[in-house]
Structure formats: C-alpha cells, structure tokens
C-alpha cells in the first residue's frame, strides 16, 4: 500500500514556474515507477510525465516536453514536477501516480489503468 500527498500547486503568472512535490508513505517507493497526470475542469485526467523506479527513464507528454522535468529523491520517498514556462494551458489539478510496470512502450506509460496509487491532487492556475 502507498499513499501519495502532493503539494506545490498555486497561482502564478504565466510564463512562471512551479515545483510540485509528491510525498509517499510506504518502504517500496524506489520500487514504484512514478507519474503526473492533470485535470482540467470538465476534461479526462491527461498523462504529463513519467519517471522510472530508479530514476534512470523518463518520458513527457509532447504539451509539456522542454517545460516540465521530473525527478525523483528514493531517500526522502519523494518525485517532483518542476513547471517552467508556464501556460495558460497548464492550469489543472496536478495528480501524482504510482505503478509497478515501466515500458518502453510510450502509451503503455501513459495510461492511468497502468498507475495503482493515486494522490488528491494539488491545484496548478497560471494567470495570463
């Protein structure tokens, strides 16, 4: 069992930057491929970035690549989002994700049915 608790998320203008932070519980952390999917109002929840168990693979959403880096600390059982560039478009409700397979099949990754723990979330809201 993990329980994941994100924070991080605020206003901030457009063109800004956020780090978001994902805190799990659990002794099997560094055994967990790690992910961040967002919301928006009325939208399905939308893969933005993926990392593997020991941090050595990543993969990003195409909306998001070259803005957005995820990384992760297996000490502190703990991945981040560092948001820069920010857009309008990037307001959502940011959701942290664990899972136990990594592929090197892209839309594998990218699918929430791969991801079995799941945060509350933390809103993001870019202004422009």
């Known amino acids: 069992q993990v329980q994941l608790v994100e924070s991080g998320g605020g206003l901030v203008q457009a063109g800004g930057s956020l780090r978001l932070s994902c805190a799990a519980s659990?002794?099997?952390?560094?055994?967990?491929?790690m992910g961040w999917f967002r919301q928006a109002p009325g939208k399905e929840r939308k893969f933005v970035a993926v990392?593997?168990?020991?941090?050595?693979?990543?993969y990003y959403a195409d909306s998001v690549k070259g803005r957005f880096t995820i990384s992760r600390d297996n000490a502190q059982n703990t991945v981040y989002l560092q948001m820069n560039s920010l857009k309008s478009e990037d307001t959502a409700v940011y959701v942290c994700a664990a899972g136990v397979v990594w592929s090197t099949i892209t839309s594998t990754l990218a699918s929430p049915g791969k991801y079995n723990y799941w945060g509350q979330g933390t809103q993001v809201t870019v202004s422009s």
């Open positions: 990392i593997s168990s020991n941090g050595g693979g990543t």
């Open positions: 659990g002794r099997t952390f560094s055994a967990y491929t």
